[in-house]
């Protein structure tokens, strides 16, 4: 797959601008779609605290260099002043300038290269006929769960919260499929937020995450006409700089699995979504 390495662009007068990110619009993306929007509000994903914003870039990084574009994307001050988190004591939205500033070379950010190489969604076919999901695409129950503040009341948010779980296995999901952008992306979405109207089927969280991922990722057609993605997708995990943390999720652990934060760049355009969710509590 191709990532941020795209030497078409490096002598491209209209890169010259001096800024490094610059904010903007957003454009037609999968919130603009009603059965999606009305999804994400149903998961208790849309009101709780996702947000996207899109910014262009003008500098040339190796596509697998997580790290080093993430810390100069959060270190860009338009960036700071720009992009937003959600501050969970206050509930209010905040740039983050004055939150996260690097102090020296060794502070900055955690993040690392998601694999995104899938181009359908095979992978959460697999889940039908499981003991997850029914063939007739309807969830399973079971006796409620906690995890990480999070209810199960279904075997397939077991599957995903309890890292014990044995059903994986009989699902069939490697380590590999689970790290894949899609199957990250359909978990993110059936755990759903605190107030989540939990679906009877799995139907309706497989069409939502098909219509999210080919929103965000950019394709090309590639040898023998296969469809070829060539978005590069990071996950940023924490912040480090001169100031207390957290940075990225104030207020809340960084590492809830229901907080996210995914940099996705289309190296051709040299555009870059940030896909950002603060998991809030609603009690």
């Known amino acids: 797959m191709s990532g941020l390495d795209d030497s078409t662009h490096e002598n491209d007068p209209s890169m010259s601008s001096s800024l490094l990110f610059t904010f903007i619009p957003r454009g037609a993306t999968f919130l603009d779609d009603g059965n999606v929007a009305s999804n994400l509000a149903k998961w208790d994903v849309f009101a709780s605290g996702l947000r996207m914003t899109r910014y262009r870039y003008n500098k040339h ?41 690097p ?7 955690t993040a690392k290269a998601v694999p995104a190489s899938l181009t359908s969604v095979d992978v959460l076919e697999r889940l039908r006929g499981t003991p997850a999901v029914r063939e007739d695409g309807y969830i399973n129950k079971q006796i409620d769960a906690e995890y990480h503040g999070i209810v199960a009341s279904d075997v397939l948010r077991d599957m ?18 689970r790290d894949e952008f899609l199957v990250r992306l359909f978990t993110h979405l059936a755990i759903g937020g605190a ?27 590639g040898a023998n ?22 940075w990225l999720f104030p207020g809340g652990a ?3 699995p229901q907080s996210f934060c995914y940099l996705i760049t289309d ?10 969710h603060k998991h809030t509590a609603r009690w």
Not at 160 to 177: A, C, F, R, T, Y
Not at 199 to 210: G, H, L, M
Not at 267 to 276: K, T
């Open 267 to 276: 190296p051709v355009r040299r555009h870059v979504v940030v896909l950002y």
């Open 254 to 256: 960084e590492a809830h």
């Open 160 to 177: 995903m919260l309890n890292e014990e779980s044995e059903v994986i296995d009989e699902v069939g999901w490697s380590d590999k499929d």
């Open 61 to 101: 990084y190796h596509r697998l260099d997580a790290e080093t574009f993430a810390r100069d994307f959060f270190a860009d001050a338009h960036v700071q002043s720009t992009f937003a988190v959600l501050d969970e004591k206050n509930a209010t939205w905040t740039p983050i300038a004055g939150r996260f500033s």
């Open 195 to 221: 107030l989540n109207q939990y679906e009877d089927k799995v139907d309706s969280i497989v069409d939502t995450t098909r219509a999210m991922y080919k929103s965000l990722l950019s394709v090309r057609r």
């Open 103 to 109: 102090a020296s070379e060794t502070d900055g950010v």
């Open 225 to 246: 006409d296969c469809v070829e993605i060539t978005s590069g997708v990071f996950r940023v995990t924490g912040l480090k700089g001169d100031i207390p943390p957290p």
